[in-house]
């Protein structure tokens, strides 16, 4: 499957980043959208030179302004000449100690990395099903698979946006609209720089390396990279009183 | 209705290329008007469309309105007499035939379905295994209606307004929206053809045997084996069919009912026709298209060869109508056509050439099409003195970029031996190449009709932004 016209929301770093110059290199127009103007700025203008020609745009926007996104969507769509790939990219994982209960901290991460999604996901879920194709992919994170004691909210917000693409995926699957679910392990990026107690590792460049075969093949779910796959279904499977003890 | 409630996929015929669309469907001209108005208050260009038959992208723009025409379907006017119709832009050549034929009339010009709107076949002013002897469906236009972008309406005829009359035929659409048009048919005396088959056991024989065939022959088509190489290369079966003349049909009035024209459903009486692209598909392969056009050969050029035969008008022009949706093998990717006509001097070499490139890329065509052309008087013609040669394509993702480069290489020596393209069938070529084969004039005064009829440009298609805008 070719990706000709693609929209990240999280382009600004990290895995949407990464994503963005892959697909751009490839040869696919690509919009570029996340709060930081002057990093997507930056990118939008190496990836252009780097081309030669203008494959990326840049839109910025925070996500928690979720009434400007229908509007958004279909300039976007205009611009580009069309759009077959959307990958919500854009996530939040600020520091929580493992005794802090922050109501503040706790709804940024909900309303970037779940209402964010719903809103930017339903206008293009809405135009895919007319159109009859597409595909959607979400960078959820292994974290959304049990409630983890040191960031609770975090796992919560990916896994209600698991729950969220599985539930898109149903309704859409039948009208040819493919709706991937990613859950990265961990990824050198800003968001993970200076955590300790980080293993197997990959650069956010293989990580979008391997999203968009997962997304170009129209797999469900993704666990990236593949071996956790087998450490989660280990863990999903583990009884509650054993997972408590561990304290991960 | 809300505009995104408009937002539907809309592609070509061959289904390889295709956009989102805000698609409007008029019924009459408010309609038109009311498209036009909401176009302009959303800032979007306007492609238009009849039944879609242009195979690439010349009936859609991406993320633009389209107004697909096909519902203003009436015929407003038919004189059995002098073969006369007056129609709405969204009658098809199938409603066209119909309602001629029990009079003793055909029209003069047919593409290979019966599909396409009048509208559509004149905004690409469309050619059939005729046009050596006819000419394009515009030389058989008497007057037509046109609704400009500022929603000027003007009646442009022939005899009254030549040069805007040959401006707006075969201008694919840029220059205003046909809502009516005049059209003359031909006069048939039975609804059968005659037909010979012959074959040619190279690409000089089929050219030699198409030009012997022009001057005697209403109908001249060959199809060549794409996937033969060597001394074989271009070899094929030739089809030469004509009208009968009077008194020749003892069963004319049974031959020119509409309903004795209809296409079998069945195979042998059998096998329901709706089925057989199923069975194809298998074989939309190269192994599989090469074993059928060596049969196809085999058997054309052993027990099919000069025979003559009769053969219903229906049934000998629309052969793209025989098998319904059997481009439907095609998928996922559908299929390109490259189309190219070459003058008659150089067709041999040119062909050549391409057949070769063809094979050295792996990519043979899975069909091929010789025809013999001419000339015509339209501004933004395709016609040449000689011939074309339509190659068709499978489209996957995996050799979508070779194939589009490929048909590059296609054009290269066409444009060079001063050939033209059909933008009906466009759906790859680079603007540069198809802006080549016409003279710095013939641009120029197109730019200017543009400039005159829609300044800000609010007819655009996918096609006209690639072959013709730079921005």
Not at chain 1, 206 to 211: K, L, P, Q, S, V
Not at chain 2, 2 to 14: F, H, I, K, S, Y
Not at chain 2, 251 to 257: F, K, N, V
Not at chain 2, 275 to 301: C, D, E, H, Q
């Amino acid at each position: 499957m070719r990706f000709d016209h693609a929209l990240i929301v999280g382009a600004s770093s990290g895995i949407g980043e990464a994503l963005g110059r892959r697909l751009a290199s490839e040869g696919a127009k690509v919009a570029l959208v996340a709060r930081r103007e002057n990093d997507l700025r930056r990118i939008m203008e190496e990836i252009n030179s780097a081309a030669g020609e203008e494959r990326a745009i840049a839109v910025a926007h925070d996500v928690r302004a979720v009434d400007d996104v229908p509007g958004l969507v279909q300039e976007i769509a205009r611009r580009l000449g069309g759009l077959d790939l959307a990958i919500y990219a854009a996530g939040s994982m600020p520091a929580v100690a493992v005794d802090e209960f922050n109501t503040s901290k706790d709804r940024e991460m909900i309303e970037v990395n779940l209402v964010g999604a719903v809103a930017w996901l339903n206008p293009i879920a809405e135009r895919m099903m007319r159109l009859g194709r597409g595909t959607i992919v979400g960078i959820g994170s292994v974290a959304g698979d049990r409630g983890r004691a040191p960031n609770p909210v975090y796992c919560t917000s990916k896994a209600g946006f698991h729950a969220f693409l599985e539930a898109l995926r149903n309704r859409l699957a039948k009208l040819g609209v493919r709706v991937v679910t990613i859950k990265p392990g961990f990824v050198d990026t800003a968001m993970t720089r200076g955590k300790e107690g980080l293993f197997w590792l990959i650069s956010a460049d293989r990580a979008a390396e391997i999203i968009l075969d997962k997304a170009r093949r129209g797999v469900v779910t993704a666990y990236v990279p593949a071996r956790w796959r087998l450490v989660m279904s280990v863990i999903r499977s583990m009884p509650s009183f054993i997972f408590s003890k561990l304290g991960i | 209705m809300r505009l995104q409630d408009r937002l539907e996929w809309v592609e070509g015929w061959g289904m390889a290329v295709g956009g989102a669309g805000y698609v409007f469907r008029p019924t009459d001209s408010g309609g038109i008007a009311e498209a036009f108005t909401a176009a302009r208050v959303e800032g979007l260009p306007i492609a238009l469309r009849g039944a879609g038959c242009s195979y690439g992208d010349a009936a859609f723009r991406p993320e633009s309105a389209v107004l697909d025409l096909s519902g203003l379907s009436r015929v407003l006017g038919w004189d059995a007499e002098t073969g006369v119709v007056d129609v709405e832009p969204g009658v098809s050549l199938a409603a066209l035939w119909r309602l001629a034929i029990g009079d003793g009339w055909w029209p003069p010009v047919v593409t290979g379905t019966m599909e396409p709107t009048v509208g559509g076949m004149l905004a690409m002013n469309v050619h059939g295994k005729n046009n050596w002897r006819r000419g394009t469906i515009g030389e058989h236009c008497i007057e037509f209606d046109i609704v400009l972008a500022n929603g000027e309406s003007r009646t442009v005829s022939r005899k009254d307004d030549p040069e805007l009359f040959h401006d707006v035929i075969g201008s694919f659409g840029q220059l205003g929206i046909i809502t009516r048009a005049q059209l003359r048919m031909k006069k048939v005396h039975s609804g059968l053809v005659e037909v010979k088959a012959v074959s040619a056991p190279s690409l000089e024989a089929m050219l030699s045997l198409a030009d012997d065939a022009k001057d005697k022959w209403e109908y001249v088509v060959g199809w060549i084996d794409a996937f033969a190489r060597g001394r074989n290369l271009g070899r094929g079966l030739l089809h030469f069919a004509r009208h009968l003349e009077e008194g020749e049909d003892q069963d004319a009035g049974s031959s020119l009912d509409a309903a004795g024209q209809d296409l079998p459903a069945t195979l042998l009486g059998v096998v329901p026709k709706s089925l057989m692209w199923r069975f194809l598909k298998p074989f939309t392969n190269r192994p599989g298209m090469r074993s059928i056009n060596l049969a196809k050969y085999g058997v054309g050029s052993t027990v099919g060869d000069e025979k003559v035969y009769r053969q219903s008008l229906a049934e000998f022009s629309f052969l793209l109508d025989y098998v319904p949706d059997w481009k439907n093998i095609y998928l996922p990717g559908g299929l390109i056509q490259h189309q190219s006509f070459v003058p008659a001097n150089r067709a041999e070499e040119v062909f050549r050439d391409q057949l070769e490139i063809c094979l050295e890329h792996g990519l043979p065509s899975f069909l091929a099409v010789l025809k013999r052309h001419r000339p015509d008087p339209f501004l933004m013609s395709h016609g040449v003195d000689g011939y074309s040669l339509a190659l068709d394509f499978p489209v996957t993702d995996r050799r979508r970029d070779t194939l589009w480069k490929m048909v590059h290489s296609l054009a290269e020596p066409v444009a060079s031996a001063g050939g033209r393209f059909y933008p009906a069938k466009d759906a790859a070529l680079p603007g540069d190449l198809y802006r080549s084969t016409f003279r710095d004039e013939q641009l120029v005064r197109f730019a200017q009709r543009k400039q005159e009829l829609d300044a800000d440009r609010v007819l655009r298609s996918a096609l006209a932004d690639r072959l013709i805008y730079d921005d």
